[in-house]
């Protein structure tokens, strides 16, 4: 089973602000990487896919990039709307999420 | 547009089955593979599993939950099963639908169905 491991767990950030979120595998999953937001009793939705591709609908201020153990994705400019629960998740060998980064108003 | 919506009761008793299903509209359910995800109250989410509509496709289980998990796919009525057996408060969760993209990353969720395990 590939682990996954996001850091941090909580990012206390201000709006405006650029900021970055890590995922870290245990092993390596190429570029079989995928990014989620969930918003506070909400669904998950899916922001990036391929570590790097943008799913439809989603704005430019979010990217992703990595690859084999390494991501990040990075929201350029943190809008009020971006405070939410991210999630990292491999799909190389069957699926695994990471335990997500919480992202807070400073 | 794709949507999905789960059904399916809210309660179930320990050690019984929790049965689910996921009706699909906006998408041919032959074209893709669907999955099941869940999430604990207050935790991360887990994943479940995901099959295709025929033995041509992958169905593939998490390894944790492989021996008390079953899923199946109803063509003729668009819609996908998932059955839990021998049920513990453990299992007491938020359970997600999904259809999944071209690789085997989740890009369409159901709204969810709370399931919960108390006598």
């Known amino acids: 089973e590939i682990a996954m491991t996001q850091s941090p767990a909580t990012l206390s950030v201000s709006p405006g602000e650029r900021v970055t979120l890590s995922c870290r595998a245990s092993?390596?999953?190429?570029?079989?990487l995928a990014w989620y937001q969930q918003k506070s009793g909400q669904t998950p939705r899916l922001l990036i896919y391929g570590a790097s591709t943008r799913a439809t609908g989603i704005p430019a201020r979010f990217s992703g990039s990595g690859s084999g153990t390494e991501f990040t994705l990075t929201i350029s400019s943190l809008q009020s709307e971006d405070f939410a629960i991210y999630y990292c998740q491999q799909y190389k060998t069957g699926v695994n999420f990471g335990q997500g980064t919480r992202l807070e108003i400073k | 547009q794709v949507q999905l919506q789960e059904s399916g009761p809210g309660l179930v008793k320990p050690s019984e089955t929790l049965s689910l299903t996921c009706i699909v509209s906006g998408a041919s359910i032959t074209s893709y593979y669907w999955g099941w995800i869940r999430q604990p109250p207050g935790k991360g989410l887990e994943w479940i599993g995901y099959m295709y509509h025929s033995a041509s496709g992958n169905t593939k289980y998490n390894p944790s939950l492989k021996s008390r998990v079953t899923m199946s796919v109803d063509t003729s009525k668009s819609q996908f099963s998932l059955k839990v057996n021998s049920v513990t408060a453990a299992d007491t969760a938020v359970y997600y639908c999904?259809?999944?993209?071209?690789?085997?990353?989740?890009?369409?969720w159901g709204q969810g169905a709370l399931v919960t395990v108390s006598s």
């Open positions: 999904a259809k999944l993209g071209t690789n085997y990353y989740f890009d369409y």
């Open positions: 092993q390596s999953v190429i570029s079989n």
